[in-house]
């Protein structure tokens, strides 16, 4: 009776193993290098690090700031990331969810929006979400946003550049109101590994 009980357990852990597996282990998912440019990260103002789990890729900022009244170009700020990551053969991962942290400050009638999205180099194909802010706003915000769909980078490698971009923008009332105030900045910007087994 013992020993058929031992084969059970033995079987259900064997049945476990394969679920257990769906992410590489902690430490095993480097950023090997990243780059950025845009209007919402000039140089000198982003910095970038994966959790030692290998399921975030967190992106702290302090130039990405829109705001109104303004020219166009201090509107819209834009700002793109290339992560290259190296990860254990036989994972591949896309990206879940992205969390903006921030503040807002805007008047009635001023609209905002936050928008996200993602590729992989050489990789046809994007994933991106869109959040409009209600006004009026005179507050910090935490805003997580799943994308519709999963991009996942493609089996048999160990290595890819994922590409994120965000956008912020804020776009005043029309006249006479086109005076009103608004205010957005992105101070970080968390986006969420899934990782799934090949």
Known sequence: MAAMVVLLLLGL????????AQSPPPGTVTMESFTYSGSGCPPGSFLGAVSSDGMTFTGLL????AFTPGSPDDQVKKCQVAVRLTYP???????????????AQFQEGVQCSLEAGSFFSGIPGTVRTLRYLPPPVDDNFQFTDAFATFLYAPCGSDSMTLNVYSEVRVVPPPPPRNFSSGFIDIASQDFHLRWKTC
């Not at 852990?13 to 257990?20: C, E, H, I, K």
């Not at 302090?62 to 700031?65: C, K, L, M, Q, V």
């Not at 053969?89 to 503040?103: H, K, N, R």
Request: hydrophobic share 45%; proline share 4%.
């Open 89 to 103: 053969t036989g994972f591949v991962f896309a990206l879940e969810t992205v969390t903006f942290q921030g503040y």
């Open 13 to 20: 852990l064997q049945l476990a193993v394969p679920g257990l």
């Open 62 to 65: 302090n130039n990405h700031t």
